[in-house]
């Protein structure tokens, strides 16, 4: 089969490479229907990452038709189109039984597709457990939407959710890419009064504003941070959710969450090596009562059946994420390439196969 191949930093090739083997007795194929290169794939790709295997196919974002399905799966059948989520951990790892499912056997251990196994961005790809893994997709949700729900709408709520939103709270979510777009949908949801969103161009903060953002401003503005604090009065937000920036923005998020209270939830990446900077002051030089939290997306069938329901009932459309929609599988890189460069009018991409 095809696939298309990390091969060097900066670089991905399509390759002939061995067609995936059905995983005993719960795994199953499947061949991808619409697949969405991540920011992730892009920080990879041209991040300055190596390939961790041998023919190592990125790609985590997909809806999927199942090929094949091991002797032991009772729920998915060949031909059925499913959501697969973009972080899929084992769900028999010991460490689950501690609440620990994203980081369960190593470090990061429930991002497999694209990270220790072969990705999406392929002809066919496998996992290894399918009833704990796939995701139903309910009628009168798209297969657009089944799309964006698999890692971009569950990292935005896991974001929200972990920063602790009580009824309302004010709330900042710095960045408003697709993450940070549905971290603001979160947040309404989960009872913030006022949502402070940080982002600059014109189709992002449109769309802010349409999932409950009450205010946007623009980091080229000066520092957020001053910027936030003088539109609270100087006691600053409830919390934050950090879905983009540089490292900097992490500094900022310490400079403005309320004292006593405050919560910082980080969904973003910082590349690289070296430290994030923890200001004395603002950070009441170690006694400001301010809590930071670091998450991968909730992932797995539970979780993306419940963001299936939210988008099923109406709560939330994540389809105005879509602004680039490409076809064929010799797409990926013209996708990829977007995501890397974000002209724009971009928010996110599809590629139909
Ligand atoms: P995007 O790159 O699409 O969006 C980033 C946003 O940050 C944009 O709105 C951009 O503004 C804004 N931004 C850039 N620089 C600054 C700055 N200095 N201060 C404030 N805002 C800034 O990213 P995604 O939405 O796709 O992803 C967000 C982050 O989440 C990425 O780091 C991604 O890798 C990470 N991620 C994490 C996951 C997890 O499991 N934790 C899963 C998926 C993604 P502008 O409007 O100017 O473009
Ligand atoms: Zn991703």
């Known amino acids: 089969m095809k696939a298309w ?35 992730s794939d892009a920080h990879t790709v041209f991040g300055g990452s190596t390939p961790k295997f041998e023919n190592h196919v990125l790609g985590h974002e997909c809806v999927a038709r199942v090929v094949e399905v091991a002797s032991g799966v009772r729920e998915f059948s060949p031909g059925e189109i499913v959501a697969v989520p973009a972080i899929t951990p084992d769900w028999r790892a010991v460490a689950i039984q501690e609440g620990n499912d994203r980081h369960a056997e190593e470090h990061f251990s429930g991002h497999r597709l694209g990270r220790t196994r072969p ?11 399918s009833d704990t893994t796939l995701a139903k997709i309910p009628g009168g949700v798209s297969l657009e939407q089944a799309l964006m729900a698999v890692d971009v709408m569950t990292t ?27 971290a603001i949908a979160a947040a309404v949801h989960l009872g913030a009064a006022r949502v402070i969103a940080v982002g600059s161009r014109p189709v992002c903060v449109e769309l ?76 009441g030089r170690g006694m400001a009562g301010k809590t930071v939290r670091t998450e991968l997306a909730k992932g797995g069938r539970a979780r993306i059946q419940r963001m299936l329901n939210m988008i099923r009932y109406g709560r939330v459309d994540p389809t105005p994420l879509i602004t680039h929609r490409m076809k064929g599988l010799e797409s990926i890189p013209a996708a990829l390439s977007l995501m890397n460069e974000k002209p724009r009018d971009l928010i996110k991409t599809s590629v139909e196969v």
Do not use: W
Request: aromatic share 10%.
């Open 156 to 182: 935005g709520f896991t974001g929200a959710e972990a920063a602790d939103i009580k009824t309302g709270d004010i709330v900042c979510v710095i960045g408003i890419g697709p993450v940070g777009l549905m």
């Open 5 to 39: 191949v990390f091969d060097r930093p900066g670089h991905i090739e399509f390759r002939d490479v061995a067609k995936p083997i059905l995983v005993e007795p719960y795994g199953a194929v499947l061949e991808p229907v619409l697949i969405s290169p991540c920011s």
């Open 208 to 283: 802010a504003k349409r999932y409950g953002a009450t205010d946007v401003i623009d980091y080229h503005g000066g520092d957020i941070a001053a910027q936030v604090l003088s539109m609270t009065n100087g006691i600053g937000p409830d919390s934050v959710i950090i879905a983009g920036g540089g490292d900097e923005v992490f500094t900022q998020a310490v400079d403005m969450v309320r004292y006593g209270i405050g919560v910082i939830s980080n969904v973003n990446y910082y590349g690289g090596t070296g430290n994030l900077g923890f200001p004395k002051f603002s950070g």
């Open 119 to 129: 990705g999406v961005f392929a002809e066919y790809f496998a996992i290894p457990d």
